[in-house]
């Protein structure tokens, strides 16, 4: 087959000098990039991998509860503060007694208070980081956070306009920043929220509340329910019952249901809702947490009720083995023995801890299961919301 080219024999020259004058200008042009990383630059802002903070301020709440104010350390390197949404939260990464652990705080204050973040906490009996914190955190101490993390804030274009929010003990610090938002910030917003307590001691932030529902009467809207309320106690009385939340928020038709609290209210309020017939997308949990009694969950296996496994962990080259108790987290297991494994929510949530299962059995509670169904099907499991009930063998990534 003859195949004819049209064309002058310049053409066929200027084709040839293409390459080593494209191999020219190739050697000849900069190291540096000619358009700056706009969009890795808004990523670190928004994403930091760790934000360097120190406690400038230290609020007594109540007895048992305190705001720490936090701000960037410039000295170590954080000029400003990744901004956030109401409800998010930060994983804090610190060291006690020699552990190097994580824990999820709620950023209490406003997301248009750019200049720091407030993080209230509430010492729980036998809190292992609580108790530190009372102890140790004071002005001056340094803190390494996460960027903002977490689903729990309104969306417009997936949440109603009009909101309740259902809060216990320290799970008022989302609503608080909702709040301010609302009040400083101007987010189109009307919440209700109910504030489940156990005595009048315990109410969070009880007269900042009250003062912005007086102030923007059509937009907030705040009660506080007490289960054990003394002979002063004059508002309404009991638990978020479903009769409860009819009677001071009314229909729940059209509205977007946000809830936090202790797992116990969760378990409560599960069985309350129903009442309501709300589709699921209208209610809003916040992540639990770790469970405190997960070998009383019915689905934990009896048979491996107290026990302790043997763990071998596969991470950062290397390979170690520790015993892991069988109401003990993976996660937490790893932790005691300063093993350091990556963590945010510690909730089975945001698969931050996402690690292989190379042999043995897990327990995962269904409610905070938050793998994709390939993760389940090719043995991918979250450390964090994973409970051993044989001997494990896992491989986790390093902290990126
Ligand atoms: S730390 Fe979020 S899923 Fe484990």
Redesign the pocket.
Known sequence: MKVKVKGSIRDLLAFKGLVPKRRKRILKSPDTPLVADAVGELSRVLHPRVQHLVITGVKNETPSAKTFRLEPHRQDGTTRLAPFRAGQYV?IRTEVGGVRI?RPYTISSSPHEKDFYEITLRRTEGGFLTGHAWEHWREGTKLDASGPEGTFFHEPLRDTPEILGLAGGSGVTPFRSMIKDIALGGAQLRLTLLYGIKCPDDIIFGHELREFADRFPEKIRVHYVCSEPDSSWEGPTGFLSAACIRDLAGDLAGKTVFVCGPPQMYRFLREELKAFNLRPKQIRWE?EGEASDIERHPGFPADAVGKSFRLTVAMGGKTVELPALSGESL?VAMERANLAP?????????????SRIVSGEVFVRPESD?RRAADRMYGHI????SYPVSDVEIAVPRDP
């Open positions: 994983s994580t992540a996660l990556p963590s945010r929510c510690r909730s089975g949530e945001c698969g931050f801890c996402r938050g979250h450390p964090c919301s």
